[in-house]
């Protein structure tokens, strides 16, 4: 029986959380965390001391600039990359040199010199890079796929995608080092990156010409001013009595005031910045339409993304040759304006969101509808856990290896060049106002992922 894989985290924020604990517990048989590394040495002390709570021997904490001696001292055999994201090619090509691979969480990286970079490392190395795709997994995504790849509605001609993220959610990102676009390319990089690997990987397409629209419309101090709105703390935590909707208390959160309330000295990062202050530079309405070659034919996407949405979730509505499949998903229905603590990621902590009652309740449904016949509805499995049940089994796939699966969940840093470069492509399109064609980018060798299906 093979030996446990030696396993880096790179990254010690909250997504660091999930690796840690499957490496304690569930996966403790497949993998031992021998090193931990992150510029807050508060914050990677206390994954450490998380890990070792649970009778693991405590990793070795480590500077991430050293990570490549790292990898040869300690003969680690993969590199968990959670870190900000304009940093994961520095850390994957570091890795990948040092004779590891590399597991990483999406995007990919956030410009095209990054996926050139990774490309390259990948090319010269012979490793293997995974990205961390966790909704293929989720249980409605996957029978959406599964109605498509069984040909239930033909060759697939258009797809409409609009994903809305509320004012707990959506806000989160205004509120953290993904404001600055330098940072995490914008939510058309950090966020719609999960959005666009879904449509390639629904629809077996890759992405050809991006023309993007939006802006920075509800978040942000000028927005704030347009609608009267008044002075405001520069940050949500003790602010007693000037809290708001829109404030994050960390303090009230145990969870994030051990994790970063008390480890700013170590650096300064403020977790819960002021979301109509100045500075933002990433957008919060975005529309998308982009044009791509799928099996059969080309398809159009037609894409929307909103932050400031009163409930969360979203709509897809496939088109095909033989009829239209549909996908609705409602993560939390309402975000109450009350007194308390309140999840900001519904998707990653569905347990702790209100079902409701209302005419939105949290719910999914698939419809399909075949030309000349009457829609009928598609059981979805029942997912539990974090983004509609896909955590878990993505987190089977890291660490126990992946099982034969016709639908190939298991993402390859191919998959996540075709899903970036449309966001990539989509801030040039912004920059531009103009179309932008993802072939007409400089990616060196990872052209070659964008080749016609």
Known sequence: ??????????????????????????????GELVALA??????????????????????????????????????????????????????????LDAGADAVVEKPLTTTQEGVRRIAEAVERTGRDVLVTFNYRYAPRNTALRQVIADGGIGTVTSVHFEWVLDTAHGADYFRRWHRQKENSGGLLVHKSSHHFDLVNWWTQGVPGRVFASGGLRFYGAANAAARGVGPRPERGTSQAGRADAFSLDLAADPKL?????????????????????????????????????????????????NAHSPWEGYVVAVNGTRGRAELTVVERGEVPLAEGRRQVDPSMHPEDVEAGTGVRPVSERLLVQRHFEAAHEVPIPVGEGGHGGGDALLLRDVFAGPVPDPLHRTASWRDGVRSVVVGIAANRSLETGQAVRVDDLDLGPAAAALARP
């Open 38 to 95: 992150d510029t807050n040495p508060g914050r990677a002390a206390l994954h450490a001391r998380r890990y070792a709570a649970a009778g693991r021997p405590a990793p070795e904490l480590v500077d991430p600039a050293q990570l490549a001696d790292t990898v040869r001292r300690l003969g680690i055999d993969r590199v968990v990359v959670t870190t900000p994201d304009h940093t994961h090619a520095d850390v994957v090509v570091a890795a």
């Open 257 to 305: 005031r051990e994790l970063y309330l008390e480890n700013e000295q170590h650096d300064g990062y403020l977790r819960d910045r002021d979301v109509f202050d100045e500075g933002i530079t990433i957008e919060d309405n975005l529309a998308l339409v982009v044009d791509s070659a799928v099996p059969g034919g080309t398809a159009t996407l037609s894409y929307a993304l």
């Open 1 to 30: 029986m093979p030996s446990p894989r030696r396993y880096a985290l790179v990254g010690a924020g909250s997504r660091a959380t999930m690796y840690v604990d499957a490496l304690a517990g569930p996966h403790a048989g497949d």
